[in-house]
């Protein structure tokens, strides 16, 4: 992949709270040097200041031509957080981001109309190299500025192309969103089980690693999610009753998730305005 690139001109990380920090861990792993990176932000974790340490350049003065500066500060600092990158408008840099609902178009307005821009949209589990990211590139970004952003993406898990910007406040509300509320599922089933009588130690480790187990057993097998769910299911069996009530059509998890996902994509679309 281009590290090679970016170790040799650099990468900017302005904002590097859970999610930079997510990307961060897993490009570390997989090469970026240290001396390569710059990150700025206002609140450094210990994990930064520790990498510090060790030769990242921690709030320093920016590189001139970085390869990659990525925005990484949430939708509502990006006002007071971009003017940083000025310099890079128009220029040899490539500008990603990752911020939720703040179009292209504003980044333009900032940075300029010449500005080579991918919008990307990851997720934490790019931390342990299993996240997805889906990317959209402004008008004047090239092939190779895409190619370049899914080589730095796929180093942190898989990549996905849109045919369009307004694509990604319904991919921000799926797979942005979407690890949170695959956490809170663990969350509930543990409680659930606590209601049925497990102590509360035990219920949680048995929904955490079923949960865990599931999602592996999704990514490694060919089978549909529709037939890895019958395959838990005997006739009249337990998971048929519990299916009983997740699938019911007014109460259930698809009318629910329905609301949750509409609920954060509308969310999305009011932090673009
Ligand atoms: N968390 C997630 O799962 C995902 C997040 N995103 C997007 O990633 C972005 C960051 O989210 P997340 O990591 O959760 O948020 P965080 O608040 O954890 O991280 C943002 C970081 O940016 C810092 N910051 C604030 N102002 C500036 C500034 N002017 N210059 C540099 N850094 C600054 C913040 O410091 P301080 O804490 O002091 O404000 C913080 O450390 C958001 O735009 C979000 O939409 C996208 C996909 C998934
Ligand atoms: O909650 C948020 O707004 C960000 C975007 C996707 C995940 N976290």
Redesign the pocket.
Known sequence: MQLEQINRRGLVL???????SAMLEGWLSRGLALNATWV????PSPWLKGLANRGLRLNADLPENPAVALI????Q?MG??LP?LRSYGGGDTLVMT???GTTIATYESVLGQATRIVRA????PAAVGRGITAIIGNAQATAEDLDLAEALLSAVGQVVRLEGEHQMDAVTAVS?SG?AYVFHLIEALAAAGEAEGLPADLSMQLARATVCGAGELAARSPETAAQLRINVTSPGGTTAAALGVLMDAESGFPALLRRAVHAAAERGRELGK
């Open positions: 302005l904002g590097c709270g859970k999610m930079g700025n932000d206002p609140n990484a500060v949430k939708p600092m007071e957080a940083a990752v911020a939720a949209m990851p997720n934490t942005g690890p």
